[in-house]
């Protein structure tokens, strides 16, 4: 039997302590720690639901006034900052958590609206007057949005009524996807269930569904890469250490194989060809603006050649919620590729990167492109109803409704109301018509 003296009983016993009061330690910082991170993610979402709710008022007037509408002026004027409105509230609930895959038709249905209203008021001011089918099909789809954005009101209401903490928030947060079958679908689920089927439409909104529903031309043939190396690449995005970035499955998103991670408040989508990153967010709390526009537009192009996407410039931005949102496509032989487009949202506290959407890009991007026209820039010119000539002309492609891309002209019109006219490249019709919006917080292109 082995003896203690004094000494080394004492020893052992403070050794003993020392460790319990080290561990208690960690426990105790550990603790604090998840408490902090809980009450920044709490905070991030609380705010992002105001900057929803908030919109979606603004959202709900216009649309509330639309229907007392009768002159065309009055109704393109309104449809106007409908679709202000409604890009305002896409942007401010795409950094949400859970909503890249949960408000799918939430944000089909504010798009679809939104360019439907316009292509109807683009008719009336050409003199003509709306179907009985038309006026059906835009009451319905304002219907729809009328009850989501009370949906959104009242969300914020009960965020403000019960301060929930950020694991009730991620609950609320919750897409139809990850709620049991005989569950009854509560807080987003069932503002993206309670959408009814949308009408068959036809127009010509940029921003038509169809443009996601085919095969990319780019991703097919890029060698894949392995979880490890997308961990890398996702780590690389985030600006963190290699091994942060945790997998959470291997989904598809979108058409495309990606692998899905999470690192605290980000969520990021790497494909598996090629291994580009598709989609990217951090709902993390945005403090008050300390940049430039300006600069926060370079920051972003910054941010997109460090990923590999190159030759991008930006064609639209808008500020929600300290946050501008940019549009970069991709430029090609002096070619603006406005099918290759890819979003991103810049915060306005430091400059990073809080979202980026490159699903457009990943889709439709090709360097096989034909730049050959069989009419100049002054013939297609002939071609526009103008008292005078155009103040900027430059070569673009733009979607077309079917998924495809076509060769076009690119007229600035000064007037009333500023717009960007599309001549066809190759047989000198006209495919498209936006009129250009300018506000307090950015520059809008419809």
Not at 65 to 89: D, H, M, N, P, W
Not at 371 to 377: P, R
Not at 421 to 444: C, F, M
């Amino acid at each position: 039997m082995i003896k203690l003296t004094t000494r080394t009983f004492v020893k052992i016993i403070s050794l003993t302590l020392a460790v319990i009061l080290v561990l208690g330690g960690f426990a105790i910082q550990s603790w604090y720690e998840s408490r902090n991170t809980r009450y920044v993610l709490s905070s991030a979402y609380q705010k992002n639901i105001a900057e929803v709710a908030a919109l979606s008022e603004t959202l709900l007037s216009s649309l509330q006034k639309l229907e007392y509408a009768k002159s065309a002026y009055q109704f393109v004027t309104l449809v106007s900052q409908i679709r202000s409105s409604a890009e305002g509230v896409k942007t401010a609930f795409e950094q949400l958590p859970g909503s890249e895959t949960g408000l799918k038709k939430t944000s089909s249905l504010l798009s679809v609206t939104a360019d439907y209203a316009f292509a109807l008021a683009k008719k009336m001011l050409s003199g003509d007057t709306l179907t009985e089918d038309e006026s059906s099909n835009l009451k319905k789809l304002t219907s729809e949005v009328y009850g989501v954005c009370k949906s959104f009101l009242s969300a914020e209401e009960k965020v403000l009524d019960e301060n929930p903490n950020a694991q009730a928030l991620t609950e609320m947060f919750k897409s139809a996807e990850d709620i049991a079958e005989d569950a009854e679908p509560t807080g987003f689920a069932k503002i993206e269930s309670d959408i009814q089927a949308l009408p068959t439409l036809i127009y010509d909104g940029p921003f038509s569904e169809g443009n996601m529903n085919k095969e990319s031309v780019f991703l097919p043939g890029k060698d894949p890469v392995t979880e490890e190396k997308a961990q890398q690449i996702c780590a690389y995005a985030l600006n963190v250490s290699q091994y942060s970035p945790q997998l959470q499955s291997k989904v598809d998103y979108l058409g495309q194989q990606c692998y899905y991670y999470n690192f605290g408040t980000c969520d990021a989508y790497i494909t598996e060809a090629g291994g580009y990153v598709k989609y990217l967010s951090n709902a993390r709390a945005i403090e008050d603006a300390a940049i430039s526009f300006e600069e926060a537009v370079s920051r972003g192009k910054s941010e997109l050649e460090k990923l590999g996407y190159k030759n991008m410039k930006e064609t639209y931005y808008i500020e929600s919620g300290n946050v501008l949102v940019v549009n970069y496509a991709y430029v090609q032989n002096d070619v603006m590729c406005y099918t290759d487009l890819i979003k991103v949202g810049v915060a306005l506290d430091n400059g990073e990167a809080v979202f980026i959407d490159a699903s457009n890009y990943l889709l439709n991007h090709n360097t096989t492109r034909k730049f050959e026209t069989a009419i100049s820039a002054e013939n297609a010119a002939t071609k526009l109803n103008l008292s005078s000539a155009p103040s900027a002309t430059k070569k673009t492609f733009i979607p077309t409704d079917g998924g495809g891309e076509v060769f076009c002209y690119e007229f600035l019109i000064d007037g009333e109301n500023d717009a960007l006219v599309y001549i066809n490249a190759q047989t000198g019709r006209e495919e498209k018509i936006l009129i250009l919006l300018q506000n307090d917080n950015g520059t809008l292109v419809y």
